[in-house]
């Protein structure tokens, strides 16, 4: 379970979060929709503390994330993450990209490493690409990689930041795609994403933030269906 | 002390008489690098020229500046200066020293050069050939312009090499700042002082143009 | 021409300059082992430090790359006997080279580590790496590829500028060669025949380096 309390993030002058309060189940999908710069992306960087945050507590199955006894490289070893830009590591084969971690961080053999990376490339559909460079795959290979590698941690948790943003539209389809195969995993997620009808499709519920505040949150299809709050009006009937 | 004290004697310190006789080795210095620079860049441009548009340039006059570059100035310049004297005409350490500071700095400039050449994009090239350029047009007005502030940084680290590589024409005997520094060390066993000077002087003409040029090439990315 | 060429001299003291050779690619080499790590030093220094550390770093890149490497060669010879200090000529010229060498491959380490995007290290850090395994794992392999052929560069005129040691008094190939040729009076054979030697290892070394590279770097 991921919960959020009362949490308060700023850069320098200005807030970025003003006390927000969130509570993921296990298994469940939240997708977070809103204009950029209304905070989501930064509330998952502060969930994987990659940001320090200013105010109130962010608990991860009963471990506070932001206290300073807290170890967060084991933390993060639940949290899988995939960022906007892929970020594959262009040095590495894509075996050894998705291997790396669980050799390094869960001290898993070679052998054991290389299986499991086989494994999570198969299911994203990259099984015949292992001995390729990332730097000669399409944005939508990468990104799948990128999910790929997060797999391989086996995390319970996957936090994903606009993953189709930066992609060519053709190349959409396929990373979308493996995200409802996540899904049917039932794996627990939290997708920022643009995307307003796969949030209606795939999530359980959808937070729409506005301006550092989570304006409306609600059941997937009701909120996409049947805003309650202007705002969230305003915005849907914007991008739809 | 006292035995120190007795040795200092044998020699005069280091004094402000001493600066003028520094001063005309600066001459001295600037003299030998502003030629070997100018000349040598204009033979370097001319090379670069030559290896961008001709197969057999890159062959043969790429290979032969490529030893200009492999070898080391030093030895170039002994070698050199002990080369004429069999030709039968001895050359002064003033005109050795250009020469092969000239040659040195040609073959290094050729390389940045031709990377500026090559630099300009081909489309506009292509563009100004349809505006009924001709060659030497398209090489005059639209190549050089461009290439030129694509090499400006590469030939400034080749010109401040060179300048401070023309502390090596000392080794002939020529008269420069370095070969003044080792005079004046040996009368009056001061070394770092002077050492700290001649440093300054070279310091303060390389370290401002670096910057200017750095600066530069700022600004030009951005136009 | 009335000038005669005498080669046997040079041909008999083939052994000896290739020795000198190898002193050359010594010097050469253990320069950049301690430039290399005084360098990477340098760059972080500039990069992450403190201000007193930034300023050291600042000063000692600006010197190197802003003097004559003879001067800086000189400064460790009789400069530092200023102070009491006299090093040996292998050590004038090491500490010379090591100098030199640190203060440009700093610049390229810093140009290689800030050329590296931050989000990568993020991407590391959120698979539950350490910092320092990220470090090693992921951002210094791929700066290691950016400044491989600058670095390549700085050993070809670490080889050249070893040849300054022959007026510090160090018998490496220059030194060595400047030496047998006085002896004999042959100094246009004898340097020809280190002009030689020079080119051939330079050669040699851009060699290596590619066939290095092509190994490493498959991406």
Known sequence: MIELKNVDKSFDQLKVLKGIDLTVQKGEVLSVIGASGSGKSTMLYCINALEKIQGGNIIVDGVDVHAPSTNVNQLRQKIGMVFQQWNSFPHLSVLDNVALAPRIVLGKTKREAREIAEKHLKHVGLGDKLDTYPTRMSGGQQQRLAIARALAMEPGYMLFDEVTSALDPELVGEVLDT?????????????????????????????FFHQGVIEELAPAKALVNNPQRTRTQQFLSKVL | MSETASTIQFFTGFSLNDLPFLAEAAGN?????????????????????????????????????DVFRSVP??????????????????????????????????????????????????????????????????????????????????????????????????????????????????????????????????????????????????????? | MDYTFHWRPVIKALPDLFSAALI????????????????????MMRLYGNRPMYFFATVWVELARNT????????????????????????IV???????????????????FQAIPKPQYNAARCLGMSASQTYTRIIIPQVFKLVYYPMTNQMVWAVLMSSLGMLVGFRELSGATQFLASNTFRLFEFFLVAA????????????VAHLISRKLFTY
């Open chain 1, 179 to 207: 995200l409802r195969l996540l899904r049917e995993d039932g794996m627990t997620m939290i997708v920022v994403t643009h995307e307003i009808n796969f949030a209606r499709d795939v999530s359980d519920r959808i937070a």
């Open chain 2, 29 to 65: 210095t600037l003299l030998i690098s502003v030629i070997s620079i100018s000349i040598g860049s204009v033979f370097g441009c001319l090379f670069g020229w030559a290896l961008y548009a001709s197969k057999y340039a890159r062959i043969f006059l790429g290979s032969i500046l």
């Open chain 2, 73 to 223: 100035l030093i030895i170039q310049l002994l070698l050199f200066f002990n080369f004429f004297p069999i030709l039968g005409f001895p050359l002064e350490p003033f005109a050795a020293g250009c020469i092969v500071l000239i040659v040195y700095t040609s073959a290094l400039v050729a390389q940045v050069a031709r990377g500026g050449i090559e630099a300009v994009p081909e489309p506009m090239r292509r563009a100004s050939r349809s505006l009924g350029m001709s060659y030497f047009q398209d090489m005059r007005y639209v190549v050089w312009p461009i290439g030129a502030r694509a090499m400006l940084p590469a030939w400034t680290g080749v010109a401040l090499g060179v300048l401070k590589d023309s502390a090596l024409v000392s080794v002939l005997g020529y008269l420069e700042l370095l070969r003044a520094s080792q005079i004046l060390i040996t009368r009056t066993q001061e070394p770092f002082i002077i050492l700290a000077i001649v440093g300054a002087f070279y310091f303060a003409l390389s370290y401002p143009i670096g910057k200017l040029t750095a600066k530069l090439e700022q600004r030009w990315q951005y136009d």
């Open chain 3, 24 to 43: 050359t690619l010594e010097a050469a080499v253990l320069s950049m082992i301690v430039g290399i790590i005084i360098g990477l030093i340098l760059a």
């Open chain 3, 68 to 91: 004559p490497a003879l001067l800086q060669l000189f400064f460790f010879g009789f400069g530092l006997g200023a102070f009491g200090w006299h090093l040996s000529p292998f050590m």
């Open chain 3, 94 to 112: 090491l500490c010379g080279l090591a100098f030199n060498n640190a203060g440009y491959l700093a610049e390229n380490f810093r140009g290689g």
């Open chain 3, 196 to 207: 030689v030697f020079y080119y051939v290892l330079v050669k040699l070394i851009l060699l």
